[in-house]
């Protein structure tokens, strides 16, 4: 067993190879002892302390180093840019097609909410008050149809449909119709009213043919009332012509606004020796007999002063009027005029919308 001391210098005679260099050479054969492994003693006291102490005894491995990548760099690097860009190119159409269907469900949103509102608008302004000038131009072609109908007819009429809370329109031909037959026109609405049996009365506004309101001074030079001009300058232009059935018996009023309350009632009080014979046009009775008219009295119904006189006849015909709610109201009879005040009360006393 020999020790191998010169292992360096072996090992650099041995990385030198040898060629041959003839082809006399070539049978020769060099042989290398540094090619040939030499165990030594010192290598089996190795061995046996490796196994009496394995914990001593450390295998060295060889560890490669795997390649450090800098992760800003990655990040950084122009393959995951570009990556990156693509990916923010692919994103913004989808974001700008997403924003483009928000925006066209709320605009279309917004011009249903529109239409309908535009819809309900047009219903309300213009269909409902064309269905309610329908009915009246229905009332009035009733109205007008009623004229031309015998007196006598009218009884056989049905019911109109006359509001008991408001006023009706009653259309007149004021330039053809003379004081006659403006009175048998009027009589022909009491037949209606009749058939109604309201327990109240009925409000009608004076109209001519073009729908326009009848003043109170032409109602009453047509009619024949005879007013002094004192009372008539104390009265405004509107009117409204109030029908009530009592006790089976139709009887007409009147209610025409006042501008002067002290003036009127002093005109009025002047006046009453002859106030029934000025409002005789409104009497439906052709038997009364105004001779025998004692002088006016003084009643008073839910605190309201009435001036009254009962006139001679085969029912209760009488003038009553009193001035309440910066109005002028005539009755005909003791229930007509109280029937009068009674619905202006319920009227004032209505909620306004």
Known sequence: MFEN????NEKTAASAPTYPSSKSDSAKVTINVADFPVHTMKDELKELEAKKNPANFIIAKKT????VRNPGNMINSPQISSFRSSIQKDAEPEKKSGLKKISAIAITLFII???IAGGYYFWMTRVKDSSVANDQNAVDDSIGRSQQTAPNDSASQTPSAFSQTQA???????QSVDAAGLKEALKKYTGQVSQMNSPGVIEFIITDKLNNPVSFQD?????????????????GQTFSLFIYLDNSFPRFGLMIPENNSAALKASLTQEEKTLARELEALFLNPAYDLTKVPVFNTSVYNGIQLRYV?????????????ISNNSLIIGTSKMTARAILDYLSKATAAPTR
């Open 168 to 174: 009706n329109y009653l259309s007149v031909d004021m």
């Open 64 to 67: 490669v180093p795997l390649p």
């Open 219 to 235: 109602f009453s030079q047509k009619l024949g009332l005879t007013l002094s001009p004192n009372i008539y300058s104390r009265l």
């Open 5 to 8: 001391k010169n292992d360096n």
């Open 113 to 115: 909410v529109i239409v």
């Open 310 to 322: 009962n006139i001679p006849s085969s029912s209760n015909l009488s003038v009553d009027y009193a």
